[in-house]
């Protein structure tokens, strides 16, 4: 059983005039576990799809199982209950919350789970924080910390609810290519943890670290395969020191 | 989400924009201050009018001549000649509710001492009519009832009286006064008694013997106000009703004709005081309301501001799986936070005002506990209702929008 799996999923924006068709039809299947890097140039879908999977917006018409549940029938509150549970969320620009310390943006999620009790959350974030290698920098403010450490706080935040799939929509686009491995290699230590991972990326190189490559063209898929024996970031890494 | 939660959130992103968020407060505690201030205001001549009226004697009823009517009748007497003494002693001898009776007629007179002279007002009274009208003699005695009824050319004057024609109110018992050429002598000094609820001097006054002053200085037969003092307070309608009936048997049977006097009590009058000081509160803490409102409005439009100013926070919150209520009640609990905070403060504020309003303007002031609660009603009121639209306007962005709002 896929975890998600799409079917003719169409997107578009600005019905009538200057309508713009975004997604044309989209039918894909991701299983547990996987890793997909999804490529394609710009304007081709590769965001509207990623926000559709993530709950954050809703298809014109298509059907969108996930855990085999139908999700356009949802309401707002049970999507948020989705996202807050099953979902983590890493965005290009970071999208921390300014002049709040890294502590704070990682407890977010967990303030509105209220399965969690309040004590626990500070514990929770700092675990989740020192996970990423940021436990020296926990009572920085976000405008304290540089580009790839802030990135790490925003996967801390991703993680700490301790979701079903992990959405990263150009995460590395903002970093210089040794950060940008830096956190590939987190990625893929969580997708050997078993976490789903879905990552827009416009680099190849980082893509092919992944399990599996969508490539998008104009709202279709024009390409889907596999990567055999995909190399890990940190054999990169070491090898360019 | 927890309350504890929504606090914190609320006074954090608060002190992030401290000053603004302080003088959007400012409209509150300005609009909460004035409520309380001109209910203070309102409330105090309320009380001071009702307890200069209440020192005129409670339990004062007053007959006088001409046709009762409902509405805007003067309350000035000697226009009609109607009230004769004999009435007045129609409802001694037959009145159960009445415990004190004294007829009077009034008249302007220039007083004369040695070289020292004065224009003040002359009544002629029984004795009962300082028991009535709450009047205390200060120095000397008060002539008694016998002498009261005679044509004694005695009199007690007034402070004021006092003071413009003698140095000091000891000088001037036994003395001999000139009312209008006529010799008067002085028994007593009333205390002082301070301004009346219509703004005259109660102690410009001189009291003198009724027929004294309505036969030797006047020349008439008629009487110009009867006043009568009921048993209790709370037989007062009832007395009046008994001196109606005593009135109207007595003036058909000796003249024929329909009867013709009013009769006022000073509950009345009190009521329609009353009334008057209501209105006038009312229209004051309503002009403060309005102020109140338009702080509400800053709320509004500073909340608005900051829903648009924090559209991204917003989508990154509800991206994290923030349900909609939870950003509604943290928008709401940022304005009520101000909104209670600006109510305290108001408060304070309200009393400050207040306090210096009685103290400059010498302005009876009462800060009454139902205005703070009503105040602070109101101000958590304005919070909800006016916090409330740009609150839900946060909670139904779409999450992608939101987020990509620049
Ligand atoms: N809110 C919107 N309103 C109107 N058109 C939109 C909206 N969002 C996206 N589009 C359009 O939909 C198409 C797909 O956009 P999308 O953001 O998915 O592209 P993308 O593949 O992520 O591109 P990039 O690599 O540049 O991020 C584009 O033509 C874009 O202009
Ligand atoms: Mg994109």
Known sequence: ????????????????????????????????????????????????????????????????????????????KELSLI???????????????????????????????????????????????????????MHHKTNELSGGQQQRVAIARALVNDPVVIFADEPTGNLDSRTGYQIMEVFQKLNDSGKLILMVTHELELAALGKRIITFRDGLVINDEKVIDSPRAIDILNKEQ | MRFFDLLKMAL??????????????????????????????????????????????????????????????????????????????????????????????????????????????????????????????????????????????????????????????????????????????????????????????????????????????MGINYVQIIYLSAVNEFQIDAAKEEVSTILIEKQKKLRGGDPDFTIRSLSEITSILGTITTVLTILLASIASISLLVGGIGIMNIMLVSVTERTREIGLRLAVGAPEKAILVQFLSESIVMCLVGGVLGIL???????????????????????????????????????????????RLNPIEALRHE
Request: aromatic fraction near 8%.
């Open chain 1, 1 to 76: 059983m896929p975890i998600i799996s799409t079917k003719d999923i169409v997107k578009v924006f600005n019905p009538g005039e200057n309508e713009v068709r975004a997604l044309r039809g989209i039918s894909v299947d991701i299983d547990n576990g996987e890793f997909v890097s999804i490529m394609g140039s710009s304007g081709s879908g590769k965001s509207t799809f990623l926000n559709i999977l993530g709950c954050l917006d809703e298809p014109t018409s298509g059907e969108y199982l996930l855990e085999d549940q139908k999700v356009s029938g949802l309401s707002r």
């Open chain 1, 83 to 137: 996202r807050n549970r099953k979902f983590g969320f890493v965005f290009q620009s970071y999208n921390l919350l300014p002049r709040t310390t890294a502590l704070e943006n990682v407890e977010l999620p967990l303030v509105y789970n209220t399965e969690i009790p309040s004590t626990n959350r500070r514990q929770m974030a700092e675990h989740a924080l020192e996970q990423l290698g940021l436990g020296d920098r």
């Open chain 2, 12 to 217: 954090q992103s608060l002190n992030k924009n401290r000053t603004r968020a302080l003088l959007t407060t400012l409209g509150i505690i300005i609009g909460v201050g004035s409520v309380i201030a001109m209910l203070a205001i309102g409330k105090g001549s309320d009380e001071s009018i009702r307890s200069q009226i209440t020192s005129l004697g409670t339990n004062m009823i007053m007959v006088m001549p001409g046709p009762s009517s409902e509405h805007g009748r003067s309350m000035q007497a000697g226009t009609a000649v109607s009230l004769e003494l004999k009435d007045a002693e129609a409802i001694k001898r037959y009145s159960q509710l009445i415990s004190m009776v004294s007829p009077s007629v009034q008249t302007r007179a220039q007083v004369v001492h040695g070289s020292r002279n004065w224009n003040t007002s002359i009544n002629g009274i029984y004795r009962d009519y300082v028991d009535i009208t709450n009047y205390e003699i200060g120095y000397g005695i008060m002539f008694d009832e016998k002498t009261s009824q005679s044509l004694q050319k005695i009199c007690v004057i007034g402070r004021t009286v006092c003071d413009s024609l003698f140095d000091t109110p000891d000088e001037a018992i036994g003395k001999v006064i000139r009312v209008n050429k006529i010799p008067f002598t002085i028994t007593g000094v009333l205390a002082e008694k301070g301004q009346g609820s219509f703004g005259q001097n109660q102690d410009d006054v001189i009291l003198a013997p009724f027929r004294t002053v309505q036969k030797r200085l």
């Open chain 2, 349 to 395: 504020f309200g009393y400050g005002v207040t306090a210096l309003v009685g103290k400059l303007m010498n302005w009876p002031v009462v800060i009454a506990p139902s205005s703070i609660l009503l105040a602070f009603g109101f101000a958590s009121f304005i919070g909800i209702v006016f916090g409330y639209f740009p609150a839900r306007k946060a909670s």
